[in-house]
């Protein structure tokens, strides 16, 4: 079992930027890959950006050069994904949502965060 916590959202003008983070515990030995969801209203949930136990990065391409994913490991037990956003417009307005995937291809999920871009 994974534990994911999400924190960091907001509302933010256009142009601003915002750092959600992902306080995540449990099985981590177990984990294969963390990222960050989104989804807006009247929309399907849609990656982000993604990152495997080996560092490999992938982002969605309208997101690609203004947002950054990055992890943080305490100790085996704890992690912390970063998801650093700039540039931020209004197509970008959406609950936020951490996901990590597990040897068994498990999913979990965070409870979501609000970010908010205003014009």
């Known amino acids: 079992q994974v534990q994911l916590v999400e924190s960091g959202g907001g509302l933010v003008q256009a142009g601003g930027s915002l750092r959600l983070s992902c306080a995540a515990s449990g099985s981590m030995s177990t984990v294969t890959a963390m990222g960050w969801y989104r989804q807006a209203p009247g929309k399907q949930r849609e990656l982000v950006a993604r990152v495997t136990s080996s560092g490999v990065t992938n982002y969605l391409g309208s997101v690609k050069g203004r947002f950054a994913i990055s992890t943080i490991s305490r100790d085996n037990a704890k992690h912390t994904v970063i998801l650093q956003m700039n540039s931020l417009n209004l197509e970008d307005t959406a609950v936020y949502y951490c996901?990590?995937?597990?040897?068994?291809?498990?999913?979990?999920w965070g409870q979501g965060t609000q970010v908010t871009v205003s014009s």
């Open positions: 996901n990590s995937e597990d040897l068994a291809e498990r999913a979990y």
